[in-house]
């Protein structure tokens, strides 16, 4: 049993679920859902889709070249079962799955960093087109403050002549 790739989207197809279209030169094609067979057979692009793996990859949200992908690719050599080297492939399998999420998380950190950099440029430069907006509130600020010391003062006046007394 073999978990198969969508054609469509890229995301995992289990046994026994999904559609498998065998087309007239005998090409097959899974898709996990009628979602992705429908927007196959309307001949729809998933790289124009948002919602497939092929868009977050041409739109540079996901990675696209890792060594780790060496690791899924598709193997049709058969081996003799043998206990140990099953037992190593899975711990290699747990590794390298450990190793991709590590690598991703680091990805998406660098395209946060991109992304609050150019926010915090938009906001610079909206702050300069309405200085002219923020400067009385910022003057009524410093006011206010300075009243609110005044206030402080007195209060401390007047507990300390409370005390006295």
């Known amino acids: ?5 969508c054609y469509f989207c890229s995301s995992p197809v289990y046994p026994g679920h999904g559609v498998t279209f065998v087309r007239n030169d005998a090409k097959t094609f899974q898709f996990c859902r009628s979602k992705c067979h429908r927007n196959f057979n309307r001949k729809r692009n998933p790289r124009k889709l948002k ?3 092929a868009f977050r990859k041409n739109a540079g949200k996901e990675m696209t070249v890792d060594s780790t992908y060496e ?3 598709r193997r049709n050599r058969p081996i003799k079962y043998n206990r140990d080297t099953m037992e190593s492939t899975l711990k290699a399998m747990k590794k390298v799955s ?14 946060m960093k991109a992304v609050k950099a150019i926010n915090r440029e938009t906001m610079k430069a909206d702050i300069k087109n309405g200085i002219e907006l923020i400067a009385p509130a910022a003057a009524n600020r410093e006011v206010a403050i300075a009243n609110a010391v005044k206030k402080i003062a007195s209060r401390s006046k007047v507990t300390e002549d409370k005390m006295e007394n």
Do not use: V
Not at 1 to 5: A, D, K, L, P, V
Not at 98 to 111: P, T, V, Y
């Open 1 to 5: 049993m073999r978990i198969g790739t």
């Open 51 to 53: 919602w497939t793996k």
């Open 71 to 73: 690791f899924e690719k």
């Open 98 to 111: 450990e190793i991709q999420s590590k690598r991703q998380g680091l990805f998406f950190k660098m395209r």
